[in-house]
């Protein structure tokens, strides 16, 4: 259990932070951008979720993901040498959950025509956002040598935010479309 009395420490004052198992790194070091990236993705559906609060199954949906989010930062922040029983690592069946909703999400959308472009409802927009942090964290936790359910959670991620702003955006029919040119 989280237990946190006091948010500020000052052992990070030099630059450094902890890791879970108290070892401490650089914060510049790539595991700790890509730690920062997956948070900042957390936070942008967090942001996504004011448009479904309540009412919906995408907001269901997208609550299950940022805990899975905090599982995969606390999976990030445990080193894989070293005593191993207390780590918290991201599993085969959460990636699996992702896929199985994108498919049923997927059931219901047109074939695409053209590259969407992250636009349209409020909260596709937001989910078009949060999905390209999560490309970004993805890039960083392949940099950061991450482990592999790691890279795959963050590879379906994007996937699942990309298919839920395409049903978000009237199951496709609010989409805006790429035109190649368009703008000469």
Known sequence: ???????????????T??????????KA????????????????????RIHFAGSDSFDE???RIQNDLFDLGADLATPLDGDQS?????????????????????????????F????GEPGAAALHLARAIARRAERS???AEARGDVL?????????????????????AGEVLWVPGGSR
């Open 17 to 26: 932070t902890g890791l879970v198992d108290g070892s401490r790194v650089s």
């Open 61 to 63: 949906m997208l609550a």
């Open 152 to 172: 795959i959670y963050l590879n379906r991620l994007s996937d699942f935010l990309f298919v839920a702003a395409r049903a978000v955006n009237q199951n496709g």
């Open 141 to 143: 936790a392949v940099v």
């Open 86 to 114: 207390y780590a918290l690592r991201v599993t085969p069946g959460q990636a699996e959950w992702l896929e199985a909703s994108i498919d049923r999400m997927n059931g219901a959308l047109a074939p695409l025509k053209s």
């Open 1 to 15: 259990m989280v237990k946190l009395n006091k948010i500020y420490t000052r052992t990070g004052d030099d630059g």
């Open 116 to 119: 969407v472009l992250p636009a």
């Open 29 to 48: 070091d790539p595991l700790m951008a890509a730690i920062g990236d997956v948070d900042e993705c957390n936070s942008a559906i967090g942001v996504a």
